[in-house]
């Protein structure tokens, strides 16, 4: 068993219950900044530039893929919580045959998500994307929610990986990494993203909160 399917298997029963929450809610009208997907999946593509940009950040890259899969996420964001082992499951079972993208998108109603994104950019300096991604969401039930800046928690997170603690603080504090991050968020405006998590398979936006056959499904038929 692999790390990261050991993680989603450790994650599901306290997604399942969120998922639960999330679907109850779907229906209503969401204020705001609430985590919410964003509606009934529209027909037209979305424009690739604003979808995946140069410096986008690959969790799953292949040659010559077919199929990219862009995910606008938000790291405090409950309903992402639930989405992530889906992710993982679909990141693993098409590794090698799919692009697997993140973007940025810290919804202004939650108190550590654009500090949460700052960490997981700053880690990516160093290498540990992936690493980061993982570990917010592995903790997110300690630290979600709250009105107080987690900064000083995401420097211990940083430590506990191994990274180069100074180092990950100058990049923290250097504006570019925000700047890197709230550019995520603009192309996620400019694509219409209101909620997270937000899909899109080969441009398509996907439903809110789409489960592992619906996205296997649109995969496989963009793959055949």
């Not at 604003?50 to 606008?72: G, K, M």
């Not at 180092?167 to 996620?188: I, S």
Request: glycine share 6%; proline share 5%; aromatic share 8%.
């Amino acid at each position: 068993m692999t790390k990261n399917l050991a993680i989603t298997l450790a994650l599901i029963a306290t997604s399942a219950l969120v998922l639960g929450a999330f679907i109850v809610l779907a229906g209503r009208s969401a204020p705001p900044g609430d985590a919410a997907g964003a509606g009934a999946a529209p027909a037209s593509t979305a424009p690739e530039e604003l979808l995946v940009r140069e410096d986008s950040h690959h969790l799953t890259e292949a040659p010559d893929a077919e199929v990219t899969v862009v995910e606008f996420l938000d790291f405090e964001c409950e309903a992402c919580l639930a989405q992530f082992p889906v992710m993982e499951r679909l990141r693993e079972d098409y590794d090698g045959r799919i692009n697997l993208v993140i973007r940025y998108f810290p919804m202004p109603g939650h108190t550590n998500s654009e500090t949460a994104a700052t960490a997981v950019e700053a880690a990516a300096r160093q290498g540990e994307l992936e690493a980061m991604y993982i570990k917010m969401y592995e903790t997110q039930e300690e630290w979600g929610e709250s009105d107080e800046s987690k900064a000083a928690e995401f420097a211990g997170f940083a430590e506990d990986l191994g990274l180069d603690t100074e180092q990950f603080a100058e990049d923290v504090a250097d504006p570019a990494t925000l700047d890197r991050v709230r550019a995520d968020f603009e192309d996620g405006r400019a694509l219409g993203v209101q909620g997270t998590p937000t899909i899109f398979v080969n441009g398509r936006q996907t439903d809110p909160m789409p489960s592992y056959a619906t996205l296997s499904s649109m995969i496989d038929r963009e793959l055949s």
